[in-house]
């Protein structure tokens, strides 16, 4: 059974107090209560309190000063003000310091009832609202990111750090690899948290609404504008917008975008004043910017201004060694939503996922997961359960064919060769060059050491 809701009541007219009092007791609340703002204040400390119905005029300590000590114990606390009519003003004045409402004497039964209950539901939601921010948080920390690797390991440890400042990031790499979950968690651990995160896919938007999604209109601005329009630069005020796919922006709205982060203000569509806005700006794209500035395409002064701190993803097969966490996590993330018990993984699933490029990155891995689930009948993830792609890719590893000179041919020259041809295919990748040639990391490495086998190329990544 529920605890009732704890009231404390504060009033110097005894008489008022005991017909609140059994008001409030009537309505199923237990009800404590004070004769003034001193003595209400050592009750409100001895033991927890949800809300505080109180008096402003009243010895020893008035309710104003009350509503300010109890404001700075428990900021969140529901406090309800009494006042006569010659205290209005002073009512108001404690609205502006945080009471949730205020009753003028005299006032009837349902009418406190009703600013109890009000206050009581404003306040619950607050403190949900909160924990789902909590939860939200946490979801999208760094610290629940999957980055086992030392390229992942990296991406976070630089977002971690430029999450505190206020600068505009722009996420670089190629689609499925996560770069709206990596600023979700920027924006989640700064100061701009309880704001609102605000996502814009720039590509998924006509070009001929774009302006008006990003900006907002005015009514009349144009044929269909039937109304006033907030756009996603004024909805994500205080907080941060999420500009998706920004190289797809139209060249005018490059401009218009680079006078947002110069000027802090945003023009409406049909409104000739500017309207301030501060918003943190997160772009990503998995176009070639640098190809694009050359092209003419893509305005060199709005990349730099977006590129405050550019931050790439790296792509899967650049972290192999982080498939295994994430086969775990979506495995325990479907299963859960399947209502079925998580299946267990034959190694050679994890072989054909190795040796597999992923264009669609940890998208498609996730899709891949969601797939063998569903066709799964035994309990056991099998290459059979794996999409045609994959096993197809498997299957054309074992046709390797070669040319084979009449003068004879080195058996050490074509091993050296072609572990240096499954490296290059992997960009230096030992891990998924080994599972690709069907050996160990170990034995790959062995073999390296043997023939003296070093990467050449700097550009090349390094081991993740």
Not at 376 to 395: K, S, T
């Amino acid at each position: 059974m529920t605890e009732p809701q704890t009231i404390l009541l504060i009033d110097d007219d005894e008489s008022l107090r005991r017909v609140m009092e059994f008001h409030l007791q009537e309505e199923g609340y237990r009800v404590v209560t004070a004769t003034d703002g001193r003595s209400g204040l050592e009750r409100f400390q001895g033991e927890p309190v949800g809300l505080v119905v109180t008096d402003i005029r009243m010895p020893e300590m008035d309710g104003m000063e009350l509503l300010t000590r109890l404001k700075a114990m428990q900021p969140d606390l529901p406090v309800v003000i009494l006042t006569a009519h010659g205290t209005i003003d002073s009512a108001v004045e404690a609205m502006k310091l945080g009471a949730a409402d205020y009753l003028t004497k005299p006032f009837s039964r349902d009418q406190l009832k009703t600013a109890v209950q009000k206050a009581l539901e404003v306040a619950a939601l607050r403190t949900e609202n909160l924990r789902l921010r909590e939860v939200v948080a946490e979801r999208f920390s760094f610290a629940s990111m999957i980055a086992g690797s030392r390229a992942m390991r990296g991406v976070t440890d630089m977002a971690a750090r430029v999450a505190q400042s206020e600068t505009t990031v722009l996420l670089v790499g190629e689609s499925g690899t996560g770069k709206e979950l990596l600023a979700k968690a920027i924006h989640f651990h700064s100061a701009r948290a309880r704001r609102a995160f605000v996502t814009v896919n720039c590509a998924a938007i006509p070009e001929q609404l774009l302006e008006s999604e990003l900006f907002g209109h005015r009514r009349g601005a144009f044929t269909g504008a039937v109304a006033d329009k907030q756009g996603k630069f004024e909805l994500a005020n205080g907080g941060t917008i999420f500009l998706d796919e920004v190289g797809d922006l139209p060249v005018l709205l490059q401009v218009k975008l680079l006078r947002v982060l110069q000027e802090r203000e945003i023009d409406k569509v049909g409104d000739p004043r500017p309207i301030k806005v501060d918003v943190r700006v997160v772009a990503a794209t998995n176009r070639d910017l640098d190809t694009m500035i050359a092209d003419g395409t893509f305005r060199e002064d709005l990349y730099y201004r977006l590129a405050v701190v550019s931050i790439r993803m790296p792509a899967l097969r650049e972290r192999a060694d982080d498939i295994p966490l994430l086969v775990d996590h979506f495995l325990d993330k479907h299963s859960a939503r399947l209502g079925r018990p998580r299946p267990s993984v034959e190694k050679a699933v994890y072989s054909e996922f190795n040796l597999y490029s992923w264009p669609g990155n940890i998208r498609e891995l996730e899709n891949v997961i969601e797939r063998a689930l569903v066709l799964d009948r035994d309990g056991v993830l099998d290459v059979d359960d794996l999409p045609e792609r994959l096993r197809a890719r498997a299957q054309r590893a074992g046709n390797v064919r070669f040319e084979l000179p009449d003068e004879g041919i080195s058996l050490e020259h074509v091993e050296r060769d072609l572990i240096v041809a499954a490296l290059e295919k992997h960009d230096w990748n030992q891990t998924r060059a080994a599972a690709y040639l069907g050996i160990t990391r170990s034995t790959l490495l062995y073999r390296m050491q043997k023939f003296q086998i070093e990467k050449t190329d700097p550009a090349a990544p390094a081991e993740s």
